[in-house]
């Protein structure tokens, strides 16, 4: 039995600014103050609780609390729906070219799962991924709250796919599919496969 693990901004889907809008947002309503537009290397590849945290030491210039993190995760997954829906309308939102005929193909073979492996929190990857279907297709997965540290997101992914498909995965079972040298890095921190989508452009090209 194989698994294959996704990321999804990059990997499955060009979301636009939503994430980015959504958060920077988030913190303005919560504290008064928008966070400055960060540096794609800051945050790119990241987790959102990394993310979270980065933008509001931006706006605030000071660290962000554990109970701070919290209120703005509760209120980026408020704002997210409709910024995702307002990148589907301007027709910024899409499934990036070739993955869909691949999860297909992936799909036909019983031996090989799919399941996410993504620093977006759970409740984002599926307003995220909704508008395409492809909340239908990814059930499982580990996700970027629990840690900000990428290994251990895609450990948690596969310990979460192995209770959703009642089997075990071995290291050489697993095969991450990510976009930027962050998904590389931390897949071969496992000792699983690894593979890398460009079209979306937004890993170091010089360490991919």
Request: no cysteine; glycine share 8%.
């Amino acid at each position: 039995m194989k698994l294959v693990l996704f990321d999804i901004d990059g990997t499955l889907l060009n979301t636009g600014v939503s994430g980015i809008q959504s958060a920077k947002q988030a913190i303005k309503n919560l504290y008064g103050k928008m966070p400055p537009e960060p540096e794609l290397s800051a945050v790119a590849g990241k987790s959102d609780k990394h993310n979270f945290a980065y933008m509001y030491q931006s706006a605030l210039n000071k660290k962000a609390t554990a109970k701070d993190l919290e209120a703005i995760k509760e209120e980026y997954v408020k704002l997210l729906s409709a910024e995702v829906a307002a990148q589907v309308k301007n027709k910024k939102y899409k499934v990036l070219t070739g993955l869909a005929a691949f999860l297909k193909e992936l799909q036909k073979h019983s031996d090989v799962k799919l399941a996410l492996g993504t620093g977006n929190v759970e409740e984002a990857a599926k307003i995220k991924l909704a508008p395409s279907g492809l909340d239908k297709v990814f059930v499982t997965g580990g996700f970027g709250w629990s840690s900000t540290e990428r290994h251990i997101i895609l450990q948690n992914a596969v310990k979460n796919a192995e209770k959703v498909f009642k089997t075990t995965f071995k290291a050489d079972d697993v095969y991450v599919i990510g976009d930027t040298h962050h998904d590389i890095i931390a897949a071969k921190e496992n000792g699983y496969h690894n593979a890398i989508v460009t079209e979306a452009e937004l890993g170091d090209k010089e360490r991919i």
